[in-house]
């Protein structure tokens, strides 16, 4: 982070102004919306300049300032979006898309080819286990799943076992789970990519940490390359927008937007400036729906009808996860999933009446939504393997909000008084 007279701003207040001069656009105060899809060249000579950079015809010239092609490429919007993002995780840069899948398959379609072998943990988001096990195998890409209690031994082992080590090209980690909150060591991950590398070849750990968002975990300093979001989540926040953002060091993050410009799924200007208004309050909306979960949490642990909680909160000092979840989060998060006493029949009754907290898949939202994920968002999941991973028939998923914690424990409550 650059100081700014003097002094070091917290990433909080430079999500107001950092990256946008108001002399460029008629003094408005705010980055307007940039709805275009070229822009103009002073001269021919400046369009080469760009394109050269662009094309990776040439390196950028340290004392050059290169202008705008083509909203394919680049466009305002983004590009303060993208440095805002940096801030938060201390990433060299960002890439943002329109949608968090469209971010990680970027992702895996760069870095892996066929032959390659990629280590995920399981369970990850639905749609991110369906391109792993469905699609990446007919391209020739070999994936092995693991289990977070795994040691940093049993990994290699694992990793051995398949008999293509050599060709272990990333580990792809989602810490925490969804649904389940199980949280995996980053830097476990790290030493075993390092492990597997050589002079020639460089085993990736790339890290989706859309459960914590850009405030409560940050992956890079614990020697992950990449951070995938959903930035829907918490980045956006209000449900109305739908994007994706990666980020890691310059040259990781060239190579996913030079293949981003040719797959053309980069986000919108609108999007972009939606997330820049979404970003000023990011810090306050956070704080207050962690500090809701941790009170649900509660409510829930004391709760005849509740069989068992997850949740980052919870986790017990004699845990061999303890010393991880001290290590790597800066908060319990927001999201809690629980056991209902019973299963489908159960959970469907308690979803049902909600009266408040809408019955609906996604999370990080201003308005708390609940969910089953056994029979939604990781209903594509074998079930027998689904179960394994704790995803189960009682198991349902909270995204906790900013309305009064008082109220979202009271609809709880209510529901769970329905079973």
């Known amino acids: 982070m650059k100081p700014v007279h003097n002094h070091n701003f917290q990433p909080e207040s430079m999500m107001m102004s950092y990256g946008y001069k108001p002399e460029l656009s008629e003094g408005a105060i705010k980055c307007p919306i940039f709805q275009t899809s070229t822009f103009v060249f002073k001269n021919a000579e400046k369009g080469k300049a760009f394109f050269e950079v662009a094309y990776g015809l040439r390196e950028q010239d340290l004392d050059e300032e290169l202008g705008l092609i083509y909203s394919r490429l680049n466009n305002?919007?983004?590009?303060?979006?993208?440095?805002?993002?940096?801030?938060?995780?201390?990433?060299?840069?960002?890439?943002?898309?329109?949608?968090?899948?469209?971010?990680?398959?970027?992702?895996?379609?760069?870095?892996?080819?066929?032959?390659?072998?990629?280590?995920?943990?399981?369970?990850?988001?639905?749609?991110?286990?369906?391109?792993?096990?469905?699609?990446?195998?007919?391209?020739?890409?070999?994936?092995?799943?693991?289990?977070?209690?795994?040691?940093?031994?049993?990994?290699?082992?694992?990793?051995?076992?398949?008999?293509?080590?050599?060709?272990?090209?990333?580990?792809?980690?989602?810490?925490?789970?969804?649904?389940?909150?199980?949280?995996?060591?980053?830097?476990?991950?790290?030493?075993v990519a390092a492990h597997f590398s050589s002079e020639e070849k460089k085993v990736l750990t790339a890290v989706d940490n859309t459960y914590m968002g850009p405030l409560w975990q940050h992956p890079l300093k614990h020697g992950a390359d990449?951070?995938?979001?959903?930035a829907t989540k918490y980045i956006g926040g209000h449900s109305d927008v739908i994007a994706g953002a990666v980020l890691g060091n310059a040259e990781i993050i060239k190579k996913i937007k030079t293949l981003r410009t040719f797959l053309g799924n980069m986000a919108s200007p609108n999007t972009g400036w939606l997330l820049l208004r979404s970003m000023e309050t990011l810090k306050v909306r956070m704080d207050q729906q962690a500090l809701n979960a941790q009170k649900v949490a509660d409510y829930l642990l004391k709760h005849p009808n509740v069989e068992k909680v997850y949740y980052l909160g919870c986790i017990n000092e004699n845990s061999p996860s303890w010393p991880i979840y001290k290590k790597q989060y800066l908060s319990p998060g927001a999201m809690l999933s629980f056991d209902v006493k019973g299963g489908e029949k159960e959970a469907f009754a308690f979803l049902n009446q909600l009266k408040m907290i809408k019955l609906a898949v996604s999370l990080g939202s201003t308005e708390s939504l609940a969910e089953h994920p056994a029979s939604m968002t990781h209903a594509g999941i074998e079930p027998e393997k689904r179960i394994?991973?704790?995803?189960?028939?009682?198991?349902?998923?909270?995204?906790?909000?900013?309305?009064?914690?008082?109220?979202?424990?009271?609809?709880?409550?209510q529901a769970l008084g329905s079973i």
């Not at 801030?87 to 060299?92: K, L, M, S, V």
């Open 76 to 191: 305002p919007d983004l590009e303060i979006l993208e440095n805002r993002l940096c801030i938060w995780d201390r990433a060299e840069a960002c890439a943002v898309f329109e949608s968090g899948m469209s971010a990680i398959t970027t992702v895996l379609l760069e870095f892996l080819k066929p032959g390659d072998l990629l280590l995920y943990s399981m369970p990850v988001y639905g749609g991110t286990d369906h391109f792993i096990n469905h699609f990446l195998p007919k391209i020739g890409i070999t994936a092995m799943g693991f289990t977070p209690d795994l040691s940093e031994e049993q990994l290699k082992e694992l990793v051995i076992k398949t008999g293509h080590s050599a060709n272990l090209a990333m580990i792809y980690i989602e810490t925490p789970a969804n649904p389940t909150n199980t949280i995996i060591d980053i830097e476990v991950c790290a030493n």
């Open 226 to 230: 990449i951070i995938m979001y959903s």
């Open 388 to 413: 394994s991973m704790g995803i189960t028939d009682k198991l349902v998923r909270i995204s906790v909000g900013v309305e009064n914690h008082d109220d979202i424990i009271w609809d709880i409550g």
